[in-house]
């Protein structure tokens, strides 16, 4: 067995975290380090490394991903408006390996960010 993700962890519950949302195939937690008042990660159970790893097959769970982050900014008072984000790669500075979307708000955003 391939040594789990940090996210496969949390998912486990071997790793603590604020869950806020979960089903069969995603869980979303609130991210450790926030750069908004809400910052929640929406995780696919599976460990896709990347948006570069993503086949054709998987294009059905990123379309859950984005509507279940969708759904949890409603949950979370979001009417203003948020972003959604998928970082990737060393430019994107994705820091951990397992495909995550950034679901952010609360407050204004700027653009373009950094
Ligand atoms: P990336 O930089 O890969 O797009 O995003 C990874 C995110 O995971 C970062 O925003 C970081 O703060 C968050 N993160 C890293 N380790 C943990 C952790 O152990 N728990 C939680 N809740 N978030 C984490």
Same mark, same amino acid.
């Given at each position: 067995?391939?040594?789990?993700?940090?996210?496969?962890?949390?998912? #486990? %519950?071997?790793?603590?975290?604020?869950?806020?949302?979960? #089903?069969?195939?995603?869980?979303?937690?609130?991210?450790?380090?926030?750069?908004?008042?809400?910052?929640? *990660?929406?995780?696919?159970?599976?460990?896709?490394?990347? @948006? #570069?790893? *993503?086949?054709?097959?998987?294009?059905? @769970?990123?379309?859950?991903?984005?509507?279940?982050?969708? %759904?949890?900014?409603?949950?979370?008072? @979001?009417?203003?408006?948020?972003?959604?984000?998928?970082?990737?790669?060393?430019?994107?500075?994705?820091?951990?390996?397992? *495909?995550?979307?950034?679901?952010?708000?609360?407050?204004? *955003?700027?653009?373009?960010?950094?």
């Amino acid at each position: 067995m391939p040594e789990k993700t940090l996210f496969q962890k949390i998912a #486990d %519950r071997e790793i603590p975290s604020d869950m806020v949302y979960e #089903d069969d195939e995603c869980i979303a937690f609130r991210d450790i380090q926030p750069q908004a008042p809400v910052h929640i *990660l929406v995780v696919p159970r599976k460990p896709i490394p990347s @948006l #570069d790893d *993503l086949t054709k097959e998987d294009t059905r @769970l990123v379309g859950h991903l984005i509507v279940c982050a969708t %759904r949890i900014a409603a949950q979370e008072g @979001l009417g203003e408006g948020y972003r959604t984000v998928f970082n990737c790669g060393r430019h994107g500075q994705q820091t951990v390996p397992h *495909l995550h979307l950034h679901l952010m708000g609360g407050r204004q *955003l700027r653009w373009p960010p950094g």
